[in-house]
């Protein structure tokens, strides 16, 4: 029987006691090729696009020749204004791309030796570079199936059976439970929404899916609509998981990772952020079959050509 890809040495291409033998300078000269390619790590201008600058030598930053702007290696991106080592933030990225389903704020404070928030706006901040590969814009095309999982708002019962309500009904709901609509190409791409209700994802299903493609769904009576525009295959999964080629296991896939994520690793999950637990959850699924150097390259590669985040610059400085 042939050894899974996983299970290989081919899978490992990175580790942490690489990142921290090869020194901060490694690190440093990692990012500067990963922010600019084109000149193999010589730095451009973020101001004017001008490649005639120079070093200070007294720091790690350059100065433009042509507009006198000073700037760093991680002037303009995701990781702006950082304080973090270059050695630790390449090691957060190999710890993210590990951690298969996820990684808890309190371990990976304590792997990096930092502070609980430093983690939790760290590891967000590569969510929202990861994002730059899953909400790509593009349509979905060939077989694609759709579904969808409800997250949070649960509620606890009662301790006494007479004190219990009804949970299901809408005046007992806490307001915080949200679905996630997931398009998975067969073979492809996996792309989330995060909506108030299942049905919404008929909507982006026109907006997000070519209409020459092929759906699976289920049997929930909203997926009915979509038999307007395509041709649909519906599965009944009270009666089986698959039949004849008809199923959604693709994207019930991506769901399980995301479940054992949420549930599993961080227990708790806002709202207002599950959209990047989502990306996350559907960028590793993705990239599933790669090893861990490429992803970690990858994922950095896309924090660098990210824009400063609006949502996490700043987020512990500002009023409650």
């Known amino acids: 029987m042939a ?12 580790s942490l006691k690489a990142i921290y ?6 690190a440093y000269q990692t990012f500067c090729q990963l922010r600019w390619p ?44 950082r304080k973090m080592s270059f050695m630790d933030l390449l090691a957060a990225i190999c710890i993210t791309v590990n951690a ?20 939790l706006v760290l590891a967000h901040k590569l969510r929202e570079a990861m994002a730059l590969e899953v909400q790509t814009g593009e349509v979905l095309t060939g077989h694609v199936e759709v579904d969808g999982a409800y997250f949070g708002g649960t509620i606890r019962p009662e301790n006494r ?3 219990r309500i009804d949970r299901r009904l809408a005046r007992h709901q ?5 679905v996630v609509v ?7 791409r996996t792309l989330p929404f995060v909506t108030m209700a299942e049905d919404e994802g008929v909507a982006l299903a026109v907006e997000n899916v070519c209409e020459r493609a092929i759906l699976s769904a289920d049997e929930a009576s909203h997926w009915d609509a979509l038999e307007l525009a395509w041709p649909v295959e519906r599965i009944n999964h009270s009666e089986a998981y698959s039949d004849h080629g008809k199923n959604t296991n693709q994207v019930e896939s991506f769901f399980s990772r995301l479940r054992r994520m949420v549930e599993g690793q961080h227990h708790h999950v806002s709202p207002q952020y599950l959209h990047q637990y989502a990306n996350q959850a559907a960028w590793l699924e993705d990239n599933r079959r790669r090893d861990n150097g490429t992803l970690a ?21 500002r009023a409650a």
Request: with cysteine; charged share 25%.
């Open 3 to 14: 050894q899974h890809f996983l299970l290989s040495a081919a899978a490992r291409t990175l």
């Open 21 to 26: 033998k090869a020194g901060e300078d490694a």
């Open 38 to 81: 084109e000149t193999n790590g010589e730095a451009v201008c973020p101001r004017c696009d001008c490649a005639a600058t120079y070093p200070i030598a007294t720091r790690r930053k350059f100065k433009c020749k042509a507009c006198a702007y000073q700037f760093s290696v991680t002037s303009g991106t995701i990781f702006a204004s």
């Open 100 to 119: 298969a389903k996820g990684l808890s704020m309190v371990q990976l404070s304590r792997t990096l030796d930092c502070q609980y928030k430093t983690a």
């Open 161 to 163: 059976k007479e004190d």
């Open 174 to 178: 806490n307001g915080r439970r949200r």
């Open 182 to 188: 997931a398009f998975r190409e067969r073979k492809g």
């Open 297 to 317: 390259y990858r994922l950095a590669g896309d924090a660098m050509d990210s824009p400063v985040s609006r949502a996490w610059k700043g987020y512990w400085q």
